[in-house]
């Protein structure tokens, strides 16, 4: 039997015979199922740091210049670990030795092109 390829690129490789991910092999007689899964992680510490830079700022505006740059600071604190926590896409490969995350990415159109190529290994394995 020839070795069909159904996505190759720079970071994974699906064949028929296997998967390569980052480096990582899976044997694809072994994966069972594929999902693409949506992971939201939590706002609440951000939210709050920058709760408490606004309210710093609020403080500040006062006249005191040292605590408005306290609040500028610790407010952009807040909202960069906001952005850094976004939204990411994950590919989960269910096998015989239990599920795990095999990529993950904040683009979920790339997730979801990697998980539609492991469905249709999947099933044309048969």
Same mark, same amino acid.
């Given at each position: 039997?020839?070795?069909?390829?159904?996505?190759?690129?720079?970071? =994974?490789?699906?064949?028929?015979? *296997?998967?390569?991910?980052?480096? @990582? /092999?899976y044997?694809m007689? +072994?994966?069972?199922?594929?999902? &693409?899964? @949506? +992971?939201?992680?939590?706002?609440?510490?951000?939210?709050?740091?920058?709760?408490v830079?606004v309210?710093?700022?609020?403080?500040?505006?006062?006249?005191?210049?040292?605590?408005?740059? $306290?609040g =500028?600071?610790i407010? &952009?604190l807040? $909202?960069?670990? /906001?952005?850094?926590r976004?939204?990411k896409?994950?590919?989960?490969?269910?096998?015989?030795?239990?599920?795990? &995350?095999a990529?993950v990415?904040?683009?979920?159109a790339?997730?979801?092109?990697v &998980? /539609? $190529?492991? *469905?249709k $290994?999947i099933?044309?394995r048969?």
């Amino acid at each position: 039997m020839d070795e069909k390829t159904y996505l190759s690129d720079d970071d =994974v490789t699906i064949t028929n015979t *296997q998967v390569l991910i980052k480096g @990582k /092999a899976y044997t694809m007689s +072994h994966i069972t199922s594929v999902e &693409a899964v @949506k +992971h939201k992680p939590k706002q609440l510490g951000p939210f709050i740091v920058m709760l408490v830079g606004v309210l710093v700022l609020i403080m500040g505006s006062t006249g005191d210049s040292g605590t408005l740059i $306290a609040g =500028v600071v610790i407010l &952009a604190l807040g $909202a960069v670990w /906001a952005w850094i926590r976004r939204v990411k896409y994950i590919v989960q490969i269910e096998s015989s030795s239990g599920r795990s &995350a095999a990529l993950v990415s904040s683009n979920k159109a790339y997730i979801e092109q990697v &998980a /539609a $190529a492991l *469905q249709k $290994a999947i099933v044309e394995r048969g």
